[in-house]
């Protein structure tokens, strides 16, 4: 069984700043991509940034220059720094982690943390 518990989201207001973080536990024997996604109120779940283990990260171009994404492998945990956030930033943030706990890797989801940006 594996869980990724997500914190740090909150209310903020706009120009502030927020940090997620999202800790992945249970019987892991490895981690590739890491993610965060956010879905706003009526809008389809988009990509906000990605990690992998090689390779680059990537950052939609709404948040580029604004947010960040790191990694600690040794913890099984990945963040998300955003800056000068925005009210258009408003969404509940979700972490993902492709896992592979046998053979098989499969993404897992968190169960999501609400931002919201005051105007």
């Known amino acids: 069984q594996v869980q990724l518990v997500e914190s740090g989201g909150g209310l903020v207001q706009a120009g502030g700043s927020l940090r997620l973080s999202c800790a992945a536990s249970g019987s892991i024997r490895s981690i590739d991509a890491m993610a965060w996604y956010r879905q706003a109120p009526g809008k389809q779940r988009e990509l906000v940034a990605r990690m992998p283990t090689i390779g680059s990260t990537n950052y939609a171009d709404s948040v580029k220059g604004r947010f960040t994404i790191s990694r600690d492998n040794a913890k099984n945990t990945v963040y998300l720094q955003m800056n000068s956030l925005r009210p258009e930033d408003t969404a509940v943030y979700y972490c993902?982690?492709?896992?592979?706990?046998?053979?098989?890797?499969?993404?897992?989801w968190g169960q999501g943390t609400q931002v919201t940006v005051s105007s």
């Open positions: 993902n982690a492709d896992i592979r706990i046998t053979v098989v890797q499969r993404p897992y």
